[in-house]
């Protein structure tokens, strides 16, 4: 089964940028739809973007479209979120996670790295 392994985080000033990376390895990444999601103190975890397996297809959530930008490269077994115009509510702890079929739950998870945003 995968194992992901997330990198990137960090301390950023609003509207700055970061480029989170998931690295895949102990699977073939082409077989898993991915996704990005993150969990702020106190909150519940939200999604924050989605990719099929082929990476046709994505998804974001309402509060980060028009700024930030899920990929893949499958030859590489990586995934990754850029983030611009960053705010401080995108402050969280950011996971990615892989799923064997295009829809239903995750069952592979990394073990998240931290973005703070300053005001």
């Known amino acids: 089964q995968v194992q992901l392994v997330e990198s990137g985080g960090g301390l950023v000033q609003t509207g700055g940028s970061l480029r989170l990376s998931c690295a895949a390895s102990?699977?073939?990444?082409?077989?898993?739809?991915m996704g990005w999601f993150r969990q702020a103190p106190g909150k519940e975890r939200e999604t924050v973007a989605v990719?099929?397996?082929?990476?046709?297809?994505?998804y974001y959530a309402d509060s980060v479209k028009g700024r930030f930008t899920i990929s893949r490269d499958n030859a590489k077994s990586t995934l990754s979120l850029q983030m611009n115009s960053l705010k401080p509510e995108d402050t969280a702890a950011y996971y990615c996670?892989?799923?064997?079929?295009?829809?239903?739950?995750?069952?592979?998870w990394g073990q998240g790295t931290q973005v703070t945003v300053s005001s």
């Open positions: 996670a892989a799923r064997l079929t295009e829809v239903g739950r995750y069952d592979f």
């Open positions: 102990g699977g073939t990444l082409s077989r898993y739809a």
């Open positions: 990719i099929t397996r082929s990476g046709g297809s994505a």
